[in-house]
Nanobody, 124 residues
């Protein structure tokens, strides 16, 4: 089992930045990739970004490319999401996720561990 704890959400104005963190604990030797998903009110949870644990390959949804950066610290078992130039449409609960198996890096169903979520609100 892997446990995930997110932090770093909050309320910001459009154009500002936030950094989310997610610390993994437990059976971290099984990590294959970690990622971030988000869910806005009334919408499905959607992929935001992910990173392969061993090689650091990064994947992004088109709407955040050039604004968000995902990174990881293997020693600290932590994944980060640096979010710059935030927009009101980025408002959502952001969830950290981890997967222990191979397969898609962007499909929600391939992730088997989830954090509790952290709220990000961007005002216009």
């Amino acid at each position: 089992q892997v446990q995930l704890v997110e932090s770093g959400g909050g309320l910001v104005q459009a154009g500002e930045s936030l950094r989310l963190s997610c610390v993994a604990s437990g059976r971290t030797s099984s990590l294959y990739a970690m990622g971030w998903f988000r869910q806005a009110p009334g919408k499905d949870r959607e992929f935001v970004a992910s990173i392969s644990w061993s090689y650091g390959r990064r994947y992004y949804t088109d709407s955040v490319k050039g604004r968000f950066t995902v990174s990881r610290d293997i020693v600290k078992n932590t994944v980060y999401l640096q979010m710059n130039s935030l927009k009101p449409e980025d408002t959502a609960v952001y969830y950290c996720a981890a997967k222990s198996g191979s397969g898609s890096y962007i499909e929600l169903k391939t992730y088997n561990y989830w954090g509790q979520g952290t709220q990000v609100t961007v005002s216009s």
